[in-house]
């Protein structure tokens, strides 16, 4: 009877040993899955702030370049409105 006993609580220590080992393997691949996880959101979080950011940059230029374009063609029609007002004052004074 003894034997049986013993035996019972063998196999019983087996089972909890195995229990818990699995359950330890389960809850670290669990882990392992959320961390990999938390990496790839963060990686595709700084990828799309990086094309966010790009994509101002160069939004930016192009506008700086247009303002700059119109700027000129301004200042250029100036020069050339008062080299003309100053062309007919001298005819005139003439």
């Known amino acids: 009877m003894v034997v049986v006993i013993e035996a019972v609580v063998e196999v019983v220590v087996v089972v909890v040993v195995v229990v818990v080992v699995v359950v330890v393997v389960v809850v670290v691949v669990v882990i392992v ?12 979080v ?18 700086v370049e247009v303002v700059v374009v119109v700027v000129v063609v301004v200042l250029v029609v100036l020069v050339v409105v008062l080299v003309g007002v100053v062309l007919v004052v001298v005819v005139v004074v003439q």
């Open 33 to 44: 899955v959320v961390v990999v996880a938390a990496v790839v959101v963060v990686v595709v």
């Open 46 to 63: 700084v990828v799309v702030v990086v094309v966010v950011v790009v994509v101002v940059v160069e939004v930016v230029v192009v506008v």
